[in-house]
């Protein structure tokens, strides 16, 4: 599978020969939809929590008497069916919502999901990305040059100035290969990928 180099100016200047079995997958909607959304789920902190009718605070007081008012009977107003009562079956912070994938299956659904980017030619590859200063400024005049706006960028080693530069752009995501996960890959219309990044990428994925 050969890739489009980029210069500094988003012009292709060179091709790259890359792996076919991680940018030449076939397109699998099915695996890549369970990869995401088990991704998502296994993201969950799992502290959400609802009171039952035993832990609402409500009076034990009978509303009513039983019999000769010719309205229903009722015990307590902690009950499900009253306004302000408890939950019948309460959510609990205990509540188990991992999905277990196995490694296969999630090295295919990422290189289901990059093969399917380089295919719609929203995959850039540069031979380096980096800035001189954490500034903002200059990153997004980067970025402008190459003629991208929402983009996923990963890079092949941790570079403190291309991090701190990205915090402030709401549009741009930094990470390292080792870092990259299906939903950010899925979310940006654009993935800017280095060199260096893609031999490590065949290294871990392949």
Aim: charged share 25%.
């Amino acid at each position: 599978m050969e890739l489009k180099l980029l210069n500094e100016q988003g012009q292709p200047s060179a091709t790259l020969q890359a792996s076919d079995s991680l940018f030449g997958r076939e397109y699998n909607e099915a695996l890549i939809h369970q990869v995401v959304v088990a991704y998502m789920a296994n993201a969950r902190s799992g502290n959400r929590a609802q009171k039952g009718r035993d832990e609402v605070a409500h009076t034990t007081h009978k509303p009513w008497r039983q019999k000769g008012t010719g309205r229903a009977r009722s015990g307590m107003s902690s009950s499900p069916i009253w306004r302000g009562g408890g939950r019948a079956f309460p959510n609990k912070p205990d509540e188990n919502f991992s999905h277990k994938v196995n490694r296969k299956m999630y090295r295919a659904g990422v290189a289901a999901i990059l093969s399917q980017l380089a295919r719609d030619g929203r995959l850039s590859v540069v031979e380096g990305f980096a800035v001189e200063a954490p500034k903002t400024k200059l990153l997004a005049q980067k970025l402008k040059n190459l003629g991208l706006e929402s983009v996923l960028v990963i890079t092949d080693s941790f570079d403190e100035n291309l991090y701190l530069s990205s915090r402030n752009l709401p549009n741009v995501l930094v990470l390292e290969v080792s870092e990259t996960d299906p939903v950010s890959l899925v979310r940006f219309p654009n993935v800017l990928v280095t060199k260096g990044a893609v031999a490590k990428m065949e290294e871990i994925w392949q």
